[in-house]
């Protein structure tokens, strides 16, 4: 049995990722709304551009090179473009295969995201936004996503959802991971860890986490 909460009405503020974390989308699942903001401050060390998978050798930190500015110049998270002189898609696709392709859903699903994955958008957020839709589908996720450069309500796990830094004060209930008999039960990494191991299941996982402590 999950927890069947009630979910929240008030539009809640979130920053856009590349494929979420598990906590990130736990958060979402309990909502009816949320706001991408796209006006904040383009900022480093952060899931902007960053995705966390687990691999034979441990964790692996992939991150999509975007176009640097000036020293002078701070971009806003909507003016931020991906830089694709590097061959980052293959190299992160060669990871995901690496890591999933002996987990039991990831093949179900290879085709879907790799349409995607491989889809040339020149802005970050809507790489990002892409992805979020495509993992909300699989999760069975019902929000409404919107975008603004409008401050809305500034929800405290905004800050801690993004960034790469601080650990979200959670429990997340231990599933099978590919590589758990070497390393042991990794929490919290990408969703594309979560829906590779548990598929149609990933729903309910996402329900029994609670997102309680990270309201306080």
Not at 52 to 59: F, K, V
Not at 100 to 113: A, R, T
Not at 117 to 139: M, P, Q, V
Not at 174 to 203: A, H, M, R
């Amino acid at each position: 049995m999950y927890k069947n909460e009630e979910k929240h009405s008030v539009s809640i503020e979130i920053i856009s990722s590349y494929i979420p974390n598990i906590a990130t989308m736990a958060f979402l699942s309990r909502q009816e709304k949320a706001v991408i903001q796209t006006d904040a401050f383009y900022q480093k060390q952060t899931y902007r551009n960053r995705t966390t998978i687990a691999g034979a050798n441990g964790i692996i930190n992939l991150s999509i090179p975007v176009n640097r500015s000036s020293k002078e110049v701070r971009l806003k998270d909507n003016e931020v473009s991906i830089n694709y002189d590097e061959q980052w898609q293959n190299n992160h696709w060669k990871s995901f295969k690496s890591a999933y392709s002996s987990s039991p859903f990831f093949e179900y699903y290879e085709n879907g995201l790799k349409e995607v994955f491989f889809t040339h958008k020149s802005n970050l957020i809507d790489f990002n936004t892409s992805l979020l839709y495509l993992f909300l589908e699989w999760c069975e996720i019902e929000v409404r996503i919107s975008m603004s450069q409008e401050k809305v309500i500034f929800h405290p796990t905004t800050n801690m959802l993004i960034s790469s830094k601080e650990v979200p004060p959670l429990a997340f209930p231990k599933y099978t991971q590919v590589f758990d008999n070497k390393f042991g039960f990794l929490p919290n990494l990408s969703i594309l860890d979560l829906v590779s191991n548990l598929g149609p299941e990933s729903s309910s996982y996402l329900n029994l986490i609670d997102i309680s402590p990270m309201l306080e």
